[in-house]
């Protein structure tokens, strides 16, 4: 009987050990988890991928919202289940500034979980209930001066790029706003089309959806340059904050030890949807979104870039999420 060597058995046993990996994820349903409640653009993506992964995988797809912790509590979950490709993570802007906004964090975004895919990104905007004064940004500085405190604006929830910006540009104006963050766009905007809440600062995805029904009024955008479902509103640059650029995005994480097959196969997946003409025309004219498609290391670099660029505001600013 020939003699198997020690380096042969080694080998042998990891790719064992990979097998039940390999092997479960080829055949149990996938979840998708997002950390926001229905209603909001996280939500909506996550809907079109499953949609196209049950499709071109031939696999069950369930989305699952798990809200809370700034989009925390979602992510956490995906970080602790098992690295076998049936658990992953379709989440917002938010998710770069967990560190920073949270005391105790329930995981470490950089290190438990790996960037699979960067969808893409939409400027931020600032809308006003259409039954409130304001028409631009200079109204809401107006308005805030004489009652400083007295203008409520909703964001998606703490530390969402929305409620960063306005921190940013209340300290640029000296005004005092007051922030409403919630668990989500769907209750945001349903606040503000109800008019509980006076303006909303979300993506251009959330946004534009909603300026059809005549309820809501685009005063400020802050891309570069304008988009061309709001060329009549002005960008913050316009408005005289010179560089001044938020953009929303949206990306793919699966927990930390997913096997790189997996990973890129999971990548090639959502790649394939996302660039499909229908798909692609849908997401740009829905949610406004300028599709980036960008994988591993680009994605990485990208993300590694927002958790600092983020954190300093939240920093600078002592903004502070409870968890909860």
Same mark, same amino acid.
């Given at each position: 009987?020939?003699?198997?060597?020690?380096?042969?058995?080694?080998?042998?046993?990891?790719?064992?050990?990979?097998?039940?990996?390999?092997?479960?994820?080829?055949?149990?349903?996938?979840? &998708?988890?997002?950390?926001?409640?229905?209603?909001?653009?996280?939500?909506?993506?996550?809907?079109?991928?499953?949609?196209? @992964?049950?499709?071109?995988?031939?696999?069950?797809?369930?989305?699952?919202?798990?809200?809370?912790?700034?989009? #925390?509590?979602?992510?956490?979950?995906?970080?602790?289940? #098992?690295?076998?490709?049936?658990?992953?993570?379709?989440?917002?802007?938010?998710?770069?500034?967990?560190?920073?906004?949270?005391?105790?964090?329930?995981? !470490?975004?950089?290190? !438990?979980?790996?960037?699979?895919?960067?969808?893409?990104?939409?400027? +931020?905007?600032?809308?006003?209930?259409?039954?409130?004064?304001?028409?631009?940004?200079?109204?809401?500085?107006?308005?805030?001066?004489?009652?400083?405190?007295?203008?409520? +604006?909703?964001?998606?929830?703490?530390? =969402?790029?929305?409620?960063?910006?306005?921190?940013?540009?209340?300290?640029? *104006?000296?005004?005092?706003? *007051?922030?409403?963050? +919630?668990?989500?766009?769907?209750?945001? @905007?349903?606040?503000?089309?109800?008019?509980?809440?006076?303006?909303?600062?979300?993506?251009?995805?959330?946004? =534009? *959806?909603?300026?059809?029904?005549?309820?809501?009024?685009? &005063?400020?955008?802050?891309?570069?340059?304008?988009?061309?479902?709001?060329?009549?509103?002005?960008? #913050?640059?316009? #408005?005289?904050?010179?560089?001044?650029?938020?953009?929303?995005?949206?990306?793919?994480?699966?927990?930390?030890? *997913?096997?790189?097959? &997996?990973?890129?196969? =999971?990548?090639?997946?959502?790649?394939? &949807?996302?660039?499909?003409?229908? =798909?692609?025309?849908?997401?740009? !004219?829905?949610?406004?979104?300028?599709?980036?498609?960008?994988?591993?290391?680009?994605?990485?670099?990208?993300?590694?870039?927002?958790?600092?660029?983020?954190?300093?505001?939240?920093?600078?600013?002592?903004?502070?999420?409870?968890?909860?």
């Amino acid at each position: 009987m020939p003699r198997i060597s020690r380096r042969t058995m080694l080998a042998t046993s990891a790719a064992f050990a990979l097998t039940p990996s390999i092997i479960r994820a080829q055949g149990a349903p996938i979840t &998708i988890v997002v950390p926001f409640p229905p209603g909001g653009s996280t939500d909506a993506l996550a809907r079109v991928l499953q949609a196209g @992964m049950q499709e071109k995988l031939k696999r069950t797809v369930v989305v699952e919202n798990k809200s809370g912790g700034a989009g #925390a509590f979602g992510a956490a979950a995906v970080a602790k289940s #098992a690295p076998d490709g049936n658990s992953i993570l379709v989440t917002f802007d938010s998710h770069a500034v967990i560190p920073s906004i949270l005391e105790q964090p329930p995981l !470490d975004v950089e290190k !438990d979980l790996v960037p699979v895919f960067l969808v893409g990104t939409a400027p +931020y905007v600032l809308a006003a209930n259409a039954e409130r004064p304001f028409q631009t940004f200079a109204d809401v500085v107006k308005a805030s001066k004489e009652k400083p405190g007295s203008v409520k +604006y909703a964001s998606v929830g703490i530390g =969402t790029l929305g409620h960063l910006a306005m921190t940013l540009l209340a300290k640029k *104006t000296g005004i005092e706003l *007051t922030h409403v963050p +919630y668990r989500g766009g769907g209750p945001a @905007m349903s606040d503000v089309l109800g008019g509980h809440v006076d303006l909303i600062a979300g993506s251009a995805a959330l946004v =534009t *959806t909603q300026l059809s029904g005549g309820k809501l009024r685009a &005063i400020m955008q802050m891309g570069r340059e304008r988009l061309p479902a709001l060329k009549d509103t002005q960008t #913050a640059i316009e #408005a005289g904050f010179p560089d001044f650029e938020t953009l929303a995005w949206w990306g793919v994480f699966a927990p930390r030890g *997913t096997p790189q097959p &997996i990973i890129d196969s =999971t990548a090639k997946a959502v790649k394939e &949807i996302l660039t499909e003409p229908a =798909t692609a025309t849908r997401l740009r !004219d829905t949610q406004q979104m300028t599709l980036i498609l960008a994988e591993g290391k680009e994605f990485n670099s990208f993300f590694t870039k927002q958790v600092s660029l983020w954190g300093q505001v939240v920093k600078e600013n002592n903004i502070r999420a409870t968890g909860g």
